[in-house]
C-alpha cells in the first residue's frame, strides 16, 4: 500500500531552476534515506541526490553547487531544488525511499516524472 507520488516536473529553458516533490502515502512506519535518481535515454539510472533521516547529504558530481535536496519527516516528503540547469539534465528523474512498512524493510521507487531543459 506505500506509494511515492513525484510532482515538479516539466519543461524549462537552460539556466532556469526546478523544484521536484515527493510524497510518500500508505502504511509507512519508518523511512530512512530518501534519494532523487535521473535516468536519461541510452543510460543507465545513475543517483542524483540522498538524503538520510537525519538530514545529511550527498550529490552527483554532475548537480554539486545546483541541487539541494531537502525532507520533511512529518509530512513524508522529500525535494529536490536544482538551479542553473542543463539540457544535460534532460532524465526522467525518480524520487526513492527505503521503508519500513507492515513489518518490514524494503526499497519503494516512484513511479518518475520527466524534466527536459531546452537550450
Known amino acids: 500500500q506505500v506509494q511515492l507520488l513525484e510532482s515538479g516536473g516539466g519543461l524549462v529553458q537552460a539556466g532556469g531552476s526546478l523544484r521536484l516533490s515527493c510524497q510518500g502515502s500508505g502504511s509507512i512506519f519508518t523511512i530512512n534515506d530518501m534519494a532523487w535518481y535521473r535516468q536519461a535515454p541510452g543510460k543507465q539510472r545513475e543517483l542524483v541526490a540522498l538524503?538520510?533521516?537525519?538530514?545529511?547529504?550527498n550529490y552527483a558530481d554532475s548537480v554539486k553547487g545546483r541541487a539541494t535536496i531537502s525532507r520533511d519527516n512529518g509530512e513524508m516528503t522529500v525535494s529536490l531544488e536544482m538551479n542553473n540547469l542543463k539540457p544535460d539534465d534532460t532524465a526522467v528523474y525518480y524520487c526513492?525511499?527505503?521503508?519500513?512498512?507492515?513489518?518490514?524493510?524494503?526499497?519503494?521507487w516512484g513511479q518518475g516524472t520527466q524534466v527536459t531543459v531546452s537550450s
Open positions: 526513492y525511499a527505503h521503508i519500513f512498512s507492515l513489518l518490514k524493510w524494503a526499497d519503494y
Open positions: 538524503i538520510t533521516r537525519g538530514g545529511g547529504t
